[in-house]
């Protein structure tokens, strides 16, 4: 009679962890949804929408990768509760489309995953939350130690640097991140 039980529990073990890892990619996925509407009613009406009535933060950019079919929100600030919902852009950095170096970080396993496939030459769509958009073209990757990205702020380009843990199977935190550099391709 005891065998049956241990089993037993083992499997709604099982289950409930498989049910609470679906529950935290449902809850991801409607997050995007109401950061996209969010976003569109800050582009419409000029003002930051907040994706839901608690949130700490506002969407600030749709960043894009037309070759991979990528499209993703980016939010206010980088903090964890940022970067639990999307890609963040990095305090103190640089607007897309100004001097400088417009930083954007996520997570490696959700929404930065797609850097992985990105290639050098590969387009970078940045929509601003005014409605702006430009077009970065990536030239460059590399790993580096989280405290020495290489990363200038100082630059009279206009650049951009996606960056999220490395490498990208870890299973666990580390000092690395991947870096991708792009250079805004001028309007004609």
């Known amino acids: 009679m005891p065998r049956v039980p241990i089993p037993l529990s083992i499997a709604l073990v099982g289950l ?11 809850k991801a996925m409607v997050a995007q949804l109401l950061l996209d509407r969010a976003f569109s009613q800050t582009i419409a009406t000029g003002h930051p929408v907040k994706p839901w ?5 506002v969407p600030v950019a749709r960043i894009e990768v037309e070759r991979l079919g990528i499209s993703t929100i980016a939010l206010a600030g980088s903090s964890g509760q940022a970067l639990a919902f999307g ?5 103190g950095s640089a607007e897309p489309g100004e001097p400088g170096i417009a930083v954007y970080s996520a997570h490696r396993d959700t929404h930065f995953r797609f850097l992985r496939d990105v290639r050098i030459g590969d387009a970078i769509d940045i929509v601003r939350r005014d409605g702006k958009a430009f077009r970065y073209r990536a030239d460059a990757a590399r790993v580096v130690r989280f405290d020495a990205s ?3 702020p100082a630059t ?3 650049e951009l640097v996606l960056s999220t843990c490395w490498p990208f199977d870890a299973l666990t935190e580390g000092p690395e991140r991947y870096v991708l550099h792009a250079t805004l391709i001028p309007a004609p």
């Open 87 to 91: 890609a963040g852009h990095v305090e």
């Open 16 to 26: 409930t962890l498989l049910g609470h890892g679906a529950l935290i990619h449902a």
């Open 150 to 152: 290489g990363i200038d």
């Open 156 to 158: 009279d380009r206009a």
């Open 53 to 57: 009535s608690w949130a700490d933060t």
